[in-house]
């Protein structure tokens, strides 16, 4: 039991924003799944050996009460028997009350014992199932991102080759940051390819208009 908790806690306290930025540097989420399936694994070992703990705790305390009643039980035949004057019978159920009281005794700290356990137990598997949905949404939100980087790299390409220019390879080095870092670099790449293409449109129109107004001065000078 003391292993599957050290496993849990290990799980409970791991550093997402590690697991993560490997997970980017591999431009792969397989390192976030595979922590996405340890913990759900634990979480099945958890609610198994929760039940099977609870499960044990609840027969020790019945075996306790039931040993508890019979000591009760005994306690009042000793009385009567001294009463009655008979001693030995006396004697020989005190003996018997003294056995019964160690054994509910016994039980009582054996049923303590498992029930703190469990509680153990169920409170880890409540970590864990909050790690597991932290998790998750983390997984789902920079999978999105990631998505998302990798769409606005492939229109930047296709623009720089319109306009003649030459795609810049953004590469992913931290988590977060690095995400972002792409996705503003694309942003303010497409917002220069954008200018670029105006620009050249602008050189065209000016072109044009320069050769209409010369067109007309031949014309007037009676050259064309």
């Not at 792409?182 to 602008?202: N, P």
Request: negative net charge; without cysteine.
């Amino acid at each position: 039991m003391a292993s599957l908790l050290e496993r849990v806690g290990t799980l409970i306290s791991a550093n997402l924003n590690y697991l993560v930025s490997k997970a980017l540097k591999a431009n792969s989420m397989a390192v976030i799944d595979e922590y996405i399936r340890k913990i759900e694994d634990n979480l099945e070992a958890l609610e198994d050996a929760a039940a099977t703990v609870g499960g044990e705790a609840k027969g020790m305390r019945r075996k306790a009460q039931e040993y508890q009643a019979k000591s009760e039980e005994l306690d009042r035949s000793i009385d009567l028997f001294l009463r009655s004057g008979k001693e030995d019978l006396a004697r020989s159920t005190q003996s018997n009350l003294n056995t019964m009281m160690r054994l509910a005794d016994t039980y009582k700290e054996q049923a303590d014992s498992q029930e703190a356990e469990y509680h153990k137990l169920v409170e880890a598997k409540g970590k864990l199932e909050t790690k597991l949905t932290e998790t998750k949404q983390e997984r789902e939100e920079l999978q999105a991102m990631l998505d998302l980087a990798k769409s606005k790299e492939t229109t930047h390409k296709v623009v720089s080759g319109v306009a003649g220019a030459t795609a810049a390879d953004s590469g992913i080095d931290e988590m977060r940051t690095a995400i972002q870092s792409r996705l503003d670099k694309a942003a303010a790449q497409g917002e220069m390819d954008a200018s670029r293409l105006e620009r050249q449109a602008a050189e065209v129109l000016e072109q044009d208009t320069l050769d209409t107004q010369l067109a007309e001065r031949k014309r007037k000078l009676g050259l064309s």
